[in-house]
Every structure is written in C-alpha cells, then in structure tokens.
C-alpha cells in the first residue's frame, strides 16, 4: 500500500496515458464519503480532489440551534447541505469521483441518489462521537454496498486503537477499520486504497 501511495505522490502533475491516448477512457469509479455532521467529509474531499472540489457549504445560522448539535464542533460555522464533489486519478487509468454526503439527519433523504452506482463509501468516525455514525453504518449494511470505517481523529481528542472502535461500533471483522487524518492528503489516499482493495475483494466482478 505505502508503495502504491508513492507512486501516485511522485507522479502528481504528470499526465496519465488515457490523457494523452484518445483511444482510451479511464475507468470512472464512484466512492461515497459519509458520516455524522461535522465528522470531516468535506475536509477529506478537500484535502485529496485534483480538482477544485465542489462544495454545498452553507452558514449556520439560529435557525438551525435546536437541531444541529455543535457541542462536539463548537467552531463550525458551516454545513454541508447537498454534496461535496471531488476527483482524483489512481493508477493509470482508474479514476475516482468522491461524492460526500450531507451529515445532519434532515438530508438524509439524498442519500439514495448520491450512492446510487458507487462501488463503495468510506465511513467517517469522530471518536468523540462514535454514535453519530451509526445511521451510515446502518444504511449501508441494509443496501450492501462495501464499505470501510476510517476514524478521523481530531485534535485533542482521546486516541483509540482499531481494536477498541471496532468494538465499540460492532463492525464485522470483514469490515476494514482505519486510523486517518483527513487532513493529510497521503492518509486519504490510503484509506481510498483500501476501500478500493475491500470493493474488489467483496465484488471481484
């Protein structure tokens, strides 16, 4: 794996070969990136997107106080209200689009469509709020969809080992269970990896 994210970092900038060959088509791949409010979706399409990553961020305002819970967040100021979009090239010719997902409860109704024809999502967890997850867990273990669980640890907060919030969470043991930093672009891409790896593992077809 480490070897692989090298290679990708030392050839960033490069054009890849279906760039320059019009026969060819890059294979388009679709990943969901979700979790509770504030977990660090957008931070993590942010932070990977070869492109000017789209973003839906709206100011918070009171009208949303007795809804949205920001005593684990208290400096955010914004909130996704539709997606986050973002792409970034893997291989060759394997491209990924990252489609985030809104985190509050009164959003949920888009999920349906953002996964709709993707090969998987990447489940955001904040270890200081392991509970908000629940839902995305519950969502995509009911659709089938393959999926990871990559936790994103803020500062300040308690460190826990992949062990411990594997239990906490109840996830399989055929469910990969990261430590990222959704800040670091090297630490997304090997958590895009290893979805990538799951997907193919579980789907192989």
């Not at 090969?119 to 709020?129: K, P």
């Not at 392991?130 to 640890?153: K, Q, R, T, W």
């Not at 990222?180 to 789907?203: F, K, P």
Request: negative net charge.
């Amino acid at each position: 794996m480490d070897s692989a994210v090298s290679e990708l970092l030392e050839n960033e900038g490069q054009l890849q070969a279906w760039q320059t060959d019009r026969s060819r088509a890059p294979i388009a791949t679709k990943i969901v990136v979700a979790g509770g409010f504030g977990v660090g979706k957008t931070t993590l399409v942010t932070a990977v997107s070869e492109i000017t990553p789209l973003q839906t961020e709206a100011l918070m305002t009171q009208a949303s106080a007795d809804t949205d819970d920001l005593s684990g967040t208290p400096e955010k100021t914004t909130t996704t209200v539709a997606m986050d979009f973002g792409r970034i090239t893997l291989d060759d010719d394997l491209v990924l689009y990252l489609f985030g997902t809104p985190g509050q409860q009164r959003f949920w109704f888009m999920w349906d469509d953002l996964v709709r024809g993707a090969i998987g999502a990447v489940v955001l967890a904040d270890t200081r709020r392991l509970s908000d997850c629940f839902p995305a867990l519950d969502y995509f273990e009911s659709c089938g969809l393959p999926y990871i669980v990559a936790v994103n640890h803020f500062d300040g907060s308690e460190r826990f080992e992949v062990p411990d919030v594997r239990e906490a969470l109840t996830v399989p043991s055929r469910i990969p269970v990261l430590i990222m930093d959704a800040r670091q672009r090297i630490s997304v891409i090997e958590s895009l990896l290893a979805l990538v790896g799951h997907a193919l593992d579980v789907t192989p077809e």
